[in-house]
C-alpha cells in the first residue's frame, strides 16, 4: 500500500519504519526542515532499540522516504496517518493543535479518496471534530479512523511487529478491510485486531493508561505501608502476581511513573472528566500518589544529608524515564534532581542513551560521564532512577571503592538486601526497611 506518515516523532517513525518493514511504501512528512534532512543523511534522532536498523534499511531500498512537502505526502499515497505531537496545554488538557492544523492542509490538498487515521493520543470526540474540520474545507471523499498506538518506549519496534492488539475505530466495513489488509503482516499467527466506533478506540487509549498508572501508584502507596509496618514489598508484589486475575505485570514499585504519555494522558483524562461533569477520583488519586512517590524519595536524600548539603556530592545512575530509551521528558530523576540542586548539591550523573538529553534540560547544571563507575568518584552516596540491564549486576567492590560513604538510595529495588549488606552497604530502597552494613 502508499502510506504517508505525518509526523516523524517517536510515533510516526516507529509507525512509517515498521509499516515500510511488512513492504509498503512510505513517505514521511515532518515541518522540522533540520530533522527531515537528518533523517536523509541517516541520522536517527530517537534511541530505540532496533529502530535505526529498519529506517536506514527501507530507506536504502526505496521503501521509506522523508520530505517537507505535505502535498506530495498527500498525492502519493492512499492511507495517511497523524502522527503528530499532543502535549499537555497549559490546563492539563490534550492540545490538539496540531492535528487540527495538519488536518486542515490534508483537506486543501484532498482531490481524491483518502483513508485518514489518527496515531496521535487525542481526546475523545476528537473524530468528530476532524471530520467536521475536513468536510468543511473539501469536497473530496474520505473516511477517518481513529487508531490509537500502543507502543512502549524501549520496545516500540516489537510492539509493533508483534501487537497484544491492534484498536480500530471505524464504523466503515470497506475502511476496516483496507485496515486488517495494512495489518495483517503483523497478524500472522492469529488475529489481534479489534473494530469498534471512533469514540470508543479514542477513549479505549485513555483507559489502558489510565489502568496501567493506578497499577503503578497503588503499589507505590502499598510500598509506603509496608516500610512502616515491617513488610517487604517485593515479598507482597510476588505474591499479589501469582493471583491470575492479577498478573505481575506493572506491579513493580519505585520512584514514579515519568514519561511522554502516562502523566499526559492522566491530566487530560481528569480534564476531560471535567468538562463532562465527571469527577474522576481514582484517576486524580493516581496522580497524585505519583507526584507524592517522587517527593518522598527526594525527600529521604535530602534529609539523610540536611545541614551538609553544599558538602554533598550524588552519583546518579539513570536519567530517563525508563530504561531503553533516552526519553527525559517527565522523568522522575530529572524531578528529583532539580530539588537537590536547590539544595546546593553537586550532581554526578550516568545514563547509557539520555544523559546530553539530561543535561540539555537541567541546563548545564550536571555533570554527566560515559561511565557509570566514573560517575561515583567522591560522591557521598550512589542514586538509582532507573532499570538500565547494566546496573542490575554491578560490582559493589568498585562502587564502595569510589564512595566517600557506602550509602546507596536505590528508586528500582535492583539489589537483594542480603547481598547489599554483606557488600558492606547501607542501602535505601523502596517499601522494604533500610540495610546497615552487617546488621541482620
Not at 69 to 78: I, K, P, W, Y
Not at 287 to 316: C, H, M, P, S, W
Request: charged letters at 25%; glycine letters at 8%.
Amino acid at each position: 500500500m502508499k502510506i504517508c506518515v505525518v509526523g516523524v516523532g517517536y510515533v510516526g517513525l516507529v509507525t512509517a519504519g515498521c509499516l515500510a518493514e511488512a513492504g509498503n511504501n512510505v513517505v514521511c512528512v515532518d515541518n522540522d526542515e533540520e530533522k527531515v534532512a537528518k533523517l536523509k543523511a541517516g541520522i536517527i534522532p530517537i534511541y530505540e532499540p532496533g529502530l535505526t536498523e529498519i529506517v536506514k534499511h527501507n530507506e536504502q531500498l526505496g521503501r521509506l522516504h522523508f520530505t517537507t512537502d505535505l502535498r506530495s505526502g498527500v498525492d502519493n499515497s492512499f492511507i495517511i496517518f497523524l502522527a503528530v505531537g499532543t502535549p499537555s496545554a497549559q490546563d492539563g488538557s490534550c492540545d490538539t493543535s496540531a492535528i487540527l492544523s495538519v488536518a486542515r492542509e490534508i483537506a486543501d490538498y484532498l482531490n481524491d479518496y483518502k483513508i485518514i487515521v489518527t496515531k496521535s493520543t487525542v481526546p475523545v470526540g476528537t473524530h468528530r471534530v476532524v471530520t467536521d474540520l475536513i468536510k468543511s474545507r473539501t469536497s473530496a471523499p474520505f473516511d477517518y479512523v481513529s487508531n490509537p498506538e500502543f507502543l512502549k518506549e524501549g520496545a516500540a519496534v516489537e510492539d509493533f511487529m508483534s501487537p497484544d492488539r491492534i484498536i480500530v475505530g471505524t464504523n466503515s466495513l470497506a475502511v476496516q478491510k483496507a485496515l486488517q489488509q495494512l495489518y495483517g503482516p503483523f497478524m500472522r499467527k492469529r488475529t489481534r485486531i479489534v473494530f469498534m466506533n471512533p469514540a470508543s478506540a479514542e477513549m479505549t487509549k485513555y483507559a489502558a493508561n489510565a489502568m496501567l498508572a493506578t497499577r503503578i501508584s497503588f503499589m507505590n502507596e502499598v510500598s509506603v505501608l509496608c516500610e512502616k509496618v515491617g513488610a517487604d514489598i517485593e515479598l507482597v508484589r510476588h505474591g499479589l502476581g501469582s493471583d491470575s486475575r492479577i498478573g505481575l505485570a506493572f506491579l513493580f514499585p519505585g520512584v514514579g511513573f515519568g514519561g511522554s504519555c502516562l502523566p499526559k494522558d492522566i491530566r487530560a483524562l481528569i480534564r476531560t472528566g471535567s468538562e463532562h461533569g465527571v469527577d474522576m477520583t481514582i484517576t486524580k488519586a493516581v496522580q497524585q500518589v505519583n507526584v507524592n512517590q517522587q517527593e518522598r524519595f527526594a525527600a529521604r536524600i535530602k534529609d539523610y544529608f540536611r545541614g551538609r548539603e553544599e558538602k554533598t556530592t550524588l552519583a546518579i545512575w539513570g536519567l530517563a524515564f525508563k530504561a531503553k530509551t533516552d526519553d527525559v521528558r517527565e522523568s522522575p530523576a530529572l524531578y528529583c534532581i532539580k530539588q537537590f540542586l536547590d539544595r546546593g548539591m553537586k550532581i554526578k550523573a550516568y545514563d547509557p542513551a539520555a544523559a546530553g538529553v539530561a543535561r540539555a534540560a537541567l541546563n548545564n547544571a550536571i555533570e554527566t560521564f560515559q561511565n557509570g563507575y566514573d560517575a561515583l568518584d567522591n560522591a557521598n552516596a550512589l542514586v538509582i532512577f532507573t532499570d538500565w540491564q547494566e546496573f542490575r549486576n554491578p560490582d559493589f567492590g568498585t562502587i564502595k571503592a569510589k564512595l566517600k560513604e557506602p550509602v546507596i538510595f536505590d528508586g528500582r529495588n535492583l539489589y537483594d538486601l542480603d547481598l547489599v549488606r554483606e557488600a558492606g552497604f547501607e542501602y535505601h530502597s523502596i517499601g522494604r526497611r533500610p540495610t546497615l552494613p552487617g546488621v541482620p
